[in-house]
């Protein structure tokens, strides 16, 4: 398979014919690397739900086989140990269960009227232009601004945060991190953990009512969160509450325009909305892989795999399986019985699915009331980031009539 690189920009514009390639003729596939990849939509369901496979790299061993002999000299990658994304239970239920009590869908529903605001105010800035770059006028800095509230970011530090880069997303591909991109994730690791210190001692001294208070209290009480389980989740419900939500809107503009016809669909008829947003996340996936290790014994396919083996879902591939969606490369908004595994499944399912789906409705709301005719801009092509897992766009140039408020 030697289309499948995931550090070749031609394959992370375009993964699908080597992810189909793969399907049809080693679905189970062995890599060169020391990963197994798969790429069915059952076995992909299976990986994320199964017990007998885990997520647990609280242990040196599972840290440096999949990082490499340096795993505990690198800050990013301890600080990813104590994440609840990378531990089973009980850790992760322990972790998980502190943060439910915010990400509750009556909280989340009823941050709608503010994602709208910020929506308008972000549009009203740039709706006389009759231009903008779709990924840093609009869907990089709303759920930026909107993650920021709900942990209770001071209003003057966001600034910093709207155009701040990943460092991280390298730790999450399917093949292991150079030591450049190491450096890059040690670098901003040790940036973010040295301001969200300093914001952690505010809370202390004077709790409110947001995400950030309630992790300080539970550091405080001991029994529930560690000084590092606090600095390493927060950090992951920041990155988290934007990275997926930033590709999903932008990813969306990117495929509605594409498809004009589409667009159009949703434009006569706006209650397909949400399920476009769920065809969106099946066609161009925000998150394309999921790894698990194996703890039990297990097959897929006809292979078989023991314990400590890495195996990981190409969930960008099993969103285009055609034995559960046909025609699987067409953009279809009224497909029926959709169910991608864009947010992932079973235990560690995206705690933010919900938000994620809210601000990518209004966000296509307001542009098809605002912005009816918007399209792709003929001149500056979309770039894709270099981050194969994370799938989405760094500049996305769009167009409309320009009109006055």
């Not at 699987?328 to 019985?337: A, I, K, M, Q, S």
């Not at 194969?388 to 769009?398: D, S, Y």
């Amino acid at each position: 398979m030697v289309g499948f690189n995931p550090r070749d920009p031609a394959f992370i514009a375009n993964p699908y014919p080597a992810f189909r390639q793969l399907r049809e003729t080693t679905p189970v596939w062995r890599s060169p690397f020391g990963r197994t990849f798969l790429t069915r939509y059952e076995d992909a369901s299976l990986l994320m739900r199964d017990r007998r496979l885990g997520k647990d790299y609280s242990e040196p061993e599972a840290l440096i086989r999949r990082f490499g002999p340096t795993a505990m000299r690198e800050p990013a990658v301890v600080e990813l140990s104590h994440m609840m994304l990378m531990r089973d239970p009980p850790d992760h239920t322990r972790l998980r269960g502190l943060v439910t009590k915010v990400f509750t869908a009556r909280k989340i529903e009823a941050m709608r009227p503010g994602i709208q605001a910020i929506t308008d105010r972000l549009l009203d800035e740039v709706a006389g232009l009759g231009e903008m770059d779709a990924i840093r006028d609009l869907a990089f800095p709303l759920p930026v601004l909107v993650i920021c509230e709900l942990l209770g970011i001071p209003e003057e530090d966001r600034a910093r945060f709207v155009t701040a880069t990943a460092s991280g997303a390298a730790l999450l591909n399917p093949v292991p991190p150079t030591r450049a991109e190491l450096d890059r994730a040690n670098e901003g690791t040790l940036a973010t953990g040295a301001y969200f210190a300093g914001l952690f001692e505010l809370r202390r001294e004077e709790p409110r009512d947001d995400l950030l208070s309630l992790l300080v209290q539970a550091e405080e009480a001991g029994d529930h969160l560690t000084t590092e389980e606090l600095r390493a989740n927060t950090t992951l419900l920041f990155a988290a509450g934007h990275e997926t939500t930033v590709n999903l809107i932008g990813n969306g503009i990117w495929s509605l325009h594409g498809n004009p016809s589409q667009w159009a669909a949703i434009r006569d008829n706006p209650a397909l909305i949400p399920n476009a947003i769920e065809e969106i996340l099946r066609y161009e996936c925000p998150v394309q892989a999921v790894a698990r290790t194996v703890a039990e014994p297990i097959e897929f396919g006809d292979e078989e795999f023991n314990k400590g083996d890495l195996i990981v879902a190409l969930i960008g591939a099993a969103n285009r399986d055609p034995e559960v969606f046909p025609d699987p490369d067409r953009l279809d908004v009224t497909r029926e019985r959709l169910k991608p595994l864009s947010f992932g499944g079973g235990i560690h399912f995206c705690i933010g699915a919900q938000l994620a789906r809210i601000e990518a409705e209004v966000v296509f709301s307001t542009l098809l009331r605002r912005m009816p005719d918007l399209k792709l801009a003929e001149h500056g092509a979309p770039q894709w980031r270099e981050s194969f897992t994370l799938r989405g766009l760094t500049t996305l140039p769009v167009t409309w009539t320009a009109t006055r408020h």
